[in-house]
T-cell receptor
């Protein structure tokens, strides 16, 4: 399966600031996804990031709040802008990996606490 | 129509028992159903996945049972071990590469 790393692994931020989360994959992938997992909750898709096109956002998520970059087939970033305590969550990237069949693999997550 | 309902919310079994976690979906366009295991502080890890053209799939101690007519699928863990204690999520998508819709999760505790 694809090996996925995320940076930072965790951070504590002040409200009103922004944090950029990086996702790096060890192989070229077409589709990357960003999810949010609020404490003790399930995972909710924020957006789909395909290389060479604009990210597609899910209902309730907007580009101004969560801008995404996808400069190449192995890397993506998610920025959480103008943070508030409600943004405290785990942010996860996932990738499709066709080597193992049709499936998605997840990174270890970035644990964000906003004070 | 996009929801995946998962039950129970939590489950405690003794070592060697067979915990069963159930999921139900509404959207008949879903055709890919994975299960993920998540340990505290870690990202979800794919356990096993199934497509609607089969009714059962086994991988090691993990088995998915699928009932297309009832739009339900379940995860069975045979000979459960304390190391299986984790949160389990079912999910569904229209094809493996499309966005996953996750269930609410089941927190499993396997007692020694």
């Amino acid at each position: 399966s694809a090996v996925i790393s995320q940076k930072p692994s965790r951070d504590i931020c002040q409200r009103g600031t922004s944090l950029t989360i990086q996702c790096q994959v060890d192989s070229q992938v077409t589709m990357m996804f960003w999810y949010r997992q609020q404490p003790g909750q399930s995972l909710t898709l924020i957006a789909t990031a395909n290389q060479g096109s604009e990210a597609t956002y899910e209902s309730g998520f907007v580009i101004d709040k969560f801008p995404i970059s996808r400069p190449n087939l192995t890397f993506s970033t998610l920025t959480v802008s103008n943070m508030s305590p409600e943004d405290s969550s785990i942010y996860l990237c996932s990738v499709e990996d066709r080597r193992g069949g049709e499936t998605q693999y997840f990174g270890p997550g970035t644990r964000l606490l906003v004070l | 129509q996009q929801q995946v309902k998962q039950s129970p919310q939590s489950l405690i079994v003794q070592k060697g028992g067979i915990p069963i976690i159930n999921c139900a979906y509404e959207n008949t366009a879903f055709d890919y159903f994975p299960w993920y295991q998540q340990f505290p502080g870690k990202g979800p890890a794919l356990l096993i996945a199934i497509r609607p053209d089969v009714s059962e799939k086994k991988e090691g101690r993990f088995t998915i049972s699928f009932n297309k007519s009832a739009k339900q699928f379940s995860l069975h863990i045979m000979d459960s071990q304390p190391g299986d204690s984790a949160t389990y999520f079912c999910a569904a998508s229209r094809g493996g590469f499309q966005k996953l819709v996750f269930g609410t999760g089941t927190r499993l505790l396997v007692s020694p």
